[in-house]
């Protein structure tokens, strides 16, 4: 690996991700993995397998963001992707370092690429003077001492102002859809992790968060949503909660997972009957009893 390894809290642009992967720190990914410190503890040891959807998604993502290096990182292949056969096998030697995407999955990623641009909502903000993209952020987590990191999709920085944009992939451009999105993928917690990066390398000014959501599917609609001070309070509520976790574990080296004892098992309250308490109802009948 040509490029060092950082391992100081600081600003570092022009790192490549295979580098920043390789940056022992708390990132949003851990932390989103931190469901228990068992959890944490597997995500840490586990073997990271792509997908040909992530590959699509992180293909768009480089044409919004770094459209200069889509070509140094992605390349197309015609036939069946299957690694028995030796001419795929010859392809990726031949293209090592580059993800390989086929034709469907190119035309949605330049669809969305090519949208989230042309949008007069998200176009200005992709196109922003002064915009930095793909910055790697080194940090010290004061409370719990932890080394954390993260990296910006695209992040504007002023005297007094930070403006942090986030890309996601959105099955639907509605609000309330992209909302709920976000609390399945744990958006906020990683939204606070960001936030809280650049109060700590750009500190006394103001930082702003806000979600480009692009469909991933024609038509590839598009939108700018903001989060508010009680989305970023909630999200760091949980980021320090799961921040939390992981030191008590790395101090220990004990990783439990959820519970110490039996617990009560947790059900919708859509499966269960429901009662009319002004009917006056015996669950102890003959009938019962057969």
Request: glycine share 8%.
């Amino acid at each position: 690996m040509s490029a060092s390894i950082p391992s100081e809290p600081g600003i570092y642009p022009d790192l490549p991700f295979e580098v920043y992967t390789q940056i022992d720190a708390v990132n949003s990914s851990w932390l989103k993995a931190a469901l228990s410190a068992l959890h944490a503890l597997h995500y840490k040891r586990s073997q990271d397998n792509d997908t040909a959807s992530r590959g699509m998604l992180r293909s768009a993502h480089c044409l919004m963001f770094e459209p200069h290096n889509f070509l140094r990182d992605f390349c197309w292949y015609g036939g069946k992707r299957d690694k028995r056969q030796k001419v795929y096998k010859a392809h990726l030697a031949a293209n090592e370092g580059r993800t390989t995407l086929n034709t469907a999955e190119i035309n949605d990623a330049v669809g969305m690429a090519s949208a989230a641009w042309q949008s007069d909502v998200t176009g200005p903000v992709l196109a922003a003077d002064g915009a930095m993209t793909e910055l790697t952020v080194i940090w010290r987590d004061e409370a719990t001492g932890l080394l954390c990191k993260g990296r910006f999709d695209h992040v504007v920085v002023t005297d007094d102002l930070v403006i942090i944009t986030d890309g996601k992939g959105v099955g639907s451009s509605d609000t309330d859809a992209v909302g709920r999105q976000a609390h399945k993928l744990n958006w906020l917690m990683q939204a606070a992790h960001y936030v809280a990066a650049a109060c700590a390398v750009w500190p006394g000014r103001e930082v702003r968060f806000q979600l480009l959501g692009v469909e991933t599917k024609d038509p590839h609609d598009c939108g700018i949503y903001m989060l508010d001070d009680l989305m970023l309070g909630a999200g760091e509520t949980f980021r320090r909660k799961r921040l939390n976790l992981l030191a008590s574990s790395l101090s220990t080296n004990e990783w439990p997972g959820r519970y110490s004892a039996p617990v009560y098992l947790g059900y919708p309250d859509y499966g269960l009957p429901t009662i009319d308490t002004e009917d006056d109802i015996d669950f102890d009948t003959e009938s019962d009893h057969g």
